[in-house]
Nanobody
C-alpha cells in the first residue's frame, strides 16, 4: 500500500509563499492524488486533484486557490509539490496529500483511502 508523508509548511505572512512536499513510498499502482486542507472548525476540502500520470487530463484546482496555488510532480523523487503564493489568512489549516486507487476524479475526501499525516500551514501577520 502507498505511504505518503508531507513536509514544508509553517508560518507565512499574508501575501507570502510556501511550498509543501508529499513524498510517496511503498507499493503504488494506478492512482489519483489530491491535496486537501482542513481549517479549524471546518470540514476537510479539496485544494487540487491530480489525474493519474498514466492518463491525460488537467489539474483540478478549487476556485479559492486556482490563481494562487500550483501543483507539480517529480517522478524520479516520487514527490508531489504544492506551491502556494499570495497566501491569505483563510488558507490557514492542516494540509494533507491523499490518493485513491484508479483513474476516476473525485473531490470529496471520503473517496481517498491513503493519507499523509498532515502538516500545519498558518497565514498570519
Amino acid at each position: 500500500q502507498v505511504q505518503l508523508s508531507e513536509s514544508g509548511g509553517g508560518l507565512a505572512e499574508p501575501g507570502g509563499s510556501l511550498r509543501l512536499s508529499c513524498a510517496v513510498s511503498g507499493t503504488t499502482g494506478v492512482y489519483v492524488m489530491g491535496w486537501f486542507r482542513q481549517a479549524p472548525g471546518k470540514e476537510r476540502e479539496y485544494v487540487v486533484i491530480l489525474p493519474s500520470t498514466w492518463y491525460s487530463g488537467d489539474m483540478h484546482y478549487a476556485d479559492s486557490v486556482k490563481d494562487r496555488f500550483t501543483v507539480s510532480r517529480d517522478a524520479e523523487k516520487r514527490t508531489a509539490y504544492l506551491d502556494m503564493s499570495d497566501l491569505k489568512p483563510e488558507d490557514t489549516g492542516v494540509y494533507y496529500c491523499a490518493t485513491r486507487r484508479g483513474v476516476s476524479i473525485y473531490y470529496v475526501p471520503d473517496q481517498y483511502s491513503s493519507w499523509g499525516q498532515g502538516i500545519q500551514v498558518t497565514v498570519s501577520s
